[in-house]
């Protein structure tokens, strides 16, 4: 689930989120003032977003302006359209689950994680009652 069905932790709290992930986002470049674009500004550390080569609700122009965006930015960003695939790659059960883009998204994404968990290990620690 992601926007608009989800608060964006990234918004919220730009300084203790240095890695983020989104798999076959949709709507990410729109006219709403809650459009996905507008935190690129904001956004710390790496970002990864695995899109599917087949998505009406992320075409491939929407995909290439928003990773032109990003690189734009202060983040290091690793944008990858996965060819043959289709919205919802990366769900295995489900008929359009592709196992070699789904493998290579997931591998990335804790590789990510874990790099930035490495250079960060307090995690951004804060205090519970702020929050």
């Not at 949709?26 to 507008?38: F, K, M, P, Q, V």
């Not at 690793?78 to 043959?84: A, I, N, Q, R, T």
């Not at 883009?101 to 960060?120: K, L, V």
Request: some cysteine; proline content about 11%.
């Amino acid at each position: 689930m992601g926007p608009p069905h989800q608060p964006d932790p990234l918004e919220t709290f730009p300084e203790r989120f240095k890695a983020t992930a989104s798999l076959f986002g949709t709507r990410l470049i729109t006219d709403d003032e809650g459009s996905a674009h507008h935190l690129v500004p904001t956004m710390q550390g790496e970002v990864y977003c695995g899109f599917a080569e087949h998505d009406p609700s992320a075409p491939l122009p929407m995909v290439e302006e928003f990773r032109k965006l990003l690189e734009r930015g202060t983040v290091k960003p690793l944008v990858e359209v996965h060819p043959g695939t289709v919205h919802g790659y990366a769900f295995p059960g489900r008929v359009v689950y592709h196992q070699d883009a789904a493998e290579r998204s997931w591998a990335r994404i804790f590789a990510m994680f874990d790099r930035q968990i490495a250079a960060n290990p307090t995690g951004g620690a804060h205090n519970p009652e702020t929050v």
